[in-house]
């Protein structure tokens, strides 16, 4: 079974560009949830999309935003690129939404987009 | 103050070594703690959860939850080579926001 996948693995944007990160779940799990992680901050969680609906949100200004596909497929946007934003960015997929997947232990992380604003 | 603190080592260990990593915690109503691992130029990976107070044992791996000090710990018994990684400890309340800590990066010297 193939694992949760992202593209690109790296990306380089300079200040005020957008950029959308695609993430692919694992077959038939339904709940895609994004992180961003820093060395400063460390992991932070950003938002879970659970069939097409966004379920669960961080504190992370508006610039930041997401949307999950038919097939759950997702992507996340970042709008008006800031220094700060330079970050790993990471998904993780469970068959039955996020809390599911931690108390089944079904949530799996994806490799993660390496983006350095510029 | 940040929801969760963590010490980031680096902590070096003998292999065979009881290891210990600790976070703490501001809010009392967090009630699900979890430990990840993440080895270097990967996604973390789910090694276990504990739900209110109480200990929680798989294999080499011990998780304890101490809600009265806001304090929870992970062990890590006959730590191996393979354990080296950074471990990150996260609290939830109901599902709806997840706190992580920084991560403590540990290596298991042979």
């Known amino acids: 079974k193939a694992g949760v996948t992202q593209t690109p693995r790296y990306l380089i944007k300079t200040r005020g560009q957008q950029v959308t990160l695609s993430c692919s779940p694992i077959s038939g799990h339904r709940s895609v949830s994004w992180y961003q992680q820093t060395p400063g901050q460390g992991l932070q969680f950003l938002f879970e999309y659970f069939s097409e609906t966004q379920r669960n949100k961080g504190n992370f200004p508006g610039r930041f935003s997401g949307r999950q596909f038919s097939n759950s497929r997702s992507e996340m946007n970042v709008s008006t690129l800031e220094l700060g934003d330079s970050a790993l960015y990471l998904c993780a997929s469970s068959p039955d939404g996020l809390a599911g997947g931690i108390l089944r232990g079904t949530q799996y992380f994806g490799p993660g987009t390496r983006l350095t604003v510029l | ?110």
Do not use: H
């Open chain 2, 1 to 110: 103050q940040k929801e969760v603190e963590q010490d980031p080592g680096p902590l070096s260990v003998p292999e065979g070594a009881i290891v210990s990593l600790n976070c703490t915690y501001s809010n009392s109503a967090f009630q699900y703690f979890m430990w990840y691992r993440q080895y270097s130029r990967k996604g973390p990976e789910l090694l276990m959860y504990t739900y209110s107070s109480g200990n929680k044992e798989d294999g080499r791996f011990t998780a304890q939850v101490d809600k009265s000090s806001k304090y929870i710990s992970l062990f890590i018994r006959d730590s191996q080579p393979s354990d080296s990684a950074t471990y990150l400890c996260a609290l939830t309340n109901t599902g709806n926001q997840f706190y992580f800590g920084t991560g403590t990066s540990l290596t298991v010297i042979p």
